[in-house]
């Protein structure tokens, strides 16, 4: 280092602001004996001697590309010496508004202004805006400045993305991807995930994704999935076999459609965690029409996808396991699928749970008032009764009823009657709660019944004797059985019962839960 140079830093060590301003200026620009080291530089010009003048605003703008000055955050710093003169800083400000908002009046003001004064390449761009077609004016544009020096345009185009994505909205993130995209020599990981992250986006809000090339976004898909991306692989994965993804169509993803290949993504996303694309690979399994159609298969993922909540796939695998039904065992194992979807407000879920419930008349009201006047005397019926209208149960079967025995988390099985000889009457039955209100009575039932079951029993006695305190306390109080209980014949339980009688009496509501 010369002698001169040496003198410069020790007056800048000294106080100097001036020297300090060069000293900073030579370390960014790296000349005149001094080596190009930008973060020496920045630290010369951010001390407070220095930091707000407008001359240092001017320095660190004019002699750092316009990507530094992003990477560094000083757009402030570009913009204060843009609106003090700089025609450098109005060209790099100018270009970088038009990629950062995809739009080439964006920045045309301040290309404008560094063109007026005499700044050569501003006057290219803007003789370039001045002769393009409004709809080719930020291409026109672009290559106009592709060769400055003052900037790396792939870069900037990046970075310019990035910010994009940051500010939330997805036309402005996608019209800049796409300008990044153009000006990239070849696909980068950056702007993969780039591509990426837009999907997820379009994805998540279901918004529709256009003007991404299907030939650049299926190699970014397939980029970040080599490197484990599950959300990539399922993207790609439902597109190659065919499946939107939110609003985005398999053909703005993907070239064409490989089903073997598309599985087998899907298979590595649910693997990975992303548990929807189980529901994807059932649907694909349990089409007949695919090259990859495998019931059994398409069981399995159901199942899995069941088992990690997901309230679709719980729908559908309580549909079909109900339709087949023939045991108790199978009933109850199918309505508690249902009742976790309906839980989840799954709408079609609700309806096939109300199909197994059998409907009571009467107010509600007077239901209830006349259930507290029972209570006061007899607080076994009482239950009894709170029981047989919340779950749309017969006399017979409310009156004999276990609550404690009979409690399920889903609702109530109703067992086999032993006080009945007939098979048909007798038969066990599975009723779900369509409220939560009723599973905490039952609750407060199966509570009350429990300790006192010894005790209880010997109160209630046997079906007659409990049909015959239920019949005085209704003469008593004046009460109506069909307040209270509902009205069915042997061959509407038996529907109830069996899961293939039942599937043809609610056809039309299974139906459309096993297509939603």
């Not at 063109?115 to 761009?125: I, N, S, W």
């Amino acid at each position: 280092m010369r002698r001169q140079d040496i003198q410069l830093l020790a007056l800048a060590r000294q106080g100097d602001a001036a020297a300090r301003s060069e000293a900073g200026r030579r370390y960014l620009v790296g000349g005149d004996g001094f080596p190009r080291h930008v973060a020496t530089g920045m630290e010369y010009l951010a001390h407070p001697s220095v930091r707000d003048l407008p001359e240092t605003a001017r320095i660190v703008a004019e002699s750092l590309p316009l990507q530094d000055l992003l990477q560094l955050q000083q757009e402030d710093a570009l913009r204060r010496a843009a609106a003090a003169g700089s025609l450098l800083a109005q060209f790099k400000l100018g270009v970088w508004l038009c990629l950062q908002q995809a739009r080439a009046d964006a920045g045309a003001a301040w290309l404008e202004r560094a063109a007026a004064g005499g700044h050569v390449e501003a006057r290219q761009a803007v003789a370039a805006l001045q002769q393009a077609r409004a709809a080719e004016a930020l291409p026109a544009l672009l290559q106009a400045v592709g060769t400055s020096a003052a900037l790396d345009l792939p870069q900037v185009a990046v970075m310019a993305a990035r910010r994009a994505r940051e500010g939330g909205s997805l036309p402005v993130f996608a019209d800049c991807l796409r300008t990044a995209l153009a000006l990239a020599p070849r696909l980068t990981h950056a702007l993969s995930d780039l591509v990426v992250a837009a999907l997820r986006q379009a994805e998540a809000s279901g918004e529709e994704l256009r003007g991404l090339p299907p030939e650049q976004v299926e190699a970014s898909l397939e980029m970040a999935t080599a490197r484990g991306d599950r959300d990539a692989a399922c993207l790609l994965g439902r597109a190659l076999c065919g499946i939107d993804s939110g609003a985005l169509a398999p053909a703005r993803l993907a070239a064409g459609s490989n089903m073997r290949k598309g599985v087998a993504l899907l298979l590595r996303a649910a693997d990975a965690g992303r548990d929807d694309a189980w529901m994807d690979l059932y649907a694909t399994h349990a089409d007949h029409r695919h090259s990859v159609a495998n019931p059994q298969l398409a069981r399995f993922f159901l199942e899995k996808a069941a088992t990690l909540g997901r309230a679709p796939a719980q729908r559908k695998l309580g549909a079909l396991v109900l339709r087949a039904a023939t045991s108790l065992a199978e009933t109850e194992q199918a309505i508690g699928w249902l009742h976790a979807a309906a839980v989840q407000g799954d709408a079609h879920a609700q309806r096939l749970l109300q199909s197994l419930v059998l409907p009571v008349a009467g107010d509600e009201e007077a239901a209830r008032a006349g259930i507290e006047q029972v209570r006061q005397k007899d607080p076994w019926l009482a239950l009894r009764l709170t029981l047989a209208r919340d779950f749309g149960l017969t006399k017979l079967e409310a009156l004999s009823v276990d609550p404690v025995e009979g409690r399920r988390p889903w609702g109530l099985v109703v067992g086999r009657n032993p006080f009945i000889t007939q098979a048909r009457l007798s038969a066990p039955r599975a009723v779900p709660a369509l409220q939560a209100a009723a599973l905490q009575n039952l609750a407060r039932a199966a509570a009350f019944f429990e300790p006192s079951r010894g005790e209880g029993d010997a109160f209630e006695g046997d079906l007659r004797r409990r049909s015959l305190r239920q019949r005085r306390a209704f003469e008593r109080l004046g009460l109506s059985d069909a307040l209270f209980f509902a009205e069915a014949s042997s061959t509407q339980l038996e529907t109830l019962r069996a899961g293939p009688k039942w599937a043809f009496r609610a056809r039309r509501p299974l139906e459309l839960a096993l297509q939603a």
